[in-house]
Nanobody, 125 residues
């Protein structure tokens, strides 16, 4: 079994910053990518950012590009999301996701095998 644990959510004023952390552990497995998705009330889950280990590359949703930075350590199966210049529209539950197959469509939630329980991020105006 694989466990995915997120931490770091909270309440922050618009313009502020938060850093989310995620660690995957459990049975032996290889991760090809780890990413972040978010879901706001009444909306579908959406892609935020991902880091692809074998290409050492990162990808972002247009809505967060330039404000959020994803980083991590493949040896530790750990990923971080530094969120700066937060806006009220960033309010959502943020989920960490782990991909164990080398899919091309890394922005699609259904390509991820393991998910964390989610951490709430609330940005007040």
């Amino acid at each position: 079994q694989v466990q995915v644990l997120e931490s770091g959510g909270g309440l922050v004023q618009a313009g502020g910053s938060l850093r989310l952390s995620c660690a995957a552990s459990g049975r032996t497995f290889r991760t090809y990518a780890m990413g972040w998705f978010r879901q706001a009330p009444g909306k579908e889950r959406e892609f935020v950012a991902v880091i692809r280990w074998n290409a050492d590359s990162t990808y972002y949703a247009d809505s967060v590009k330039g404000r959020f930075t994803i980083s991590g350590d493949v040896a530790k199966n750990t990923v971080y999301l530094q969120m700066n210049s937060l806006k009220p529209e960033d309010t959502a539950v943020y989920y960490c996701a782990v991909m164990t197959t080398n899919w091309v469509l890394i922005r699609s939630a259904n390509k991820y095998d393991y998910w964390g329980q989610g951490t709430q991020v609330t940005v007040s105006s």
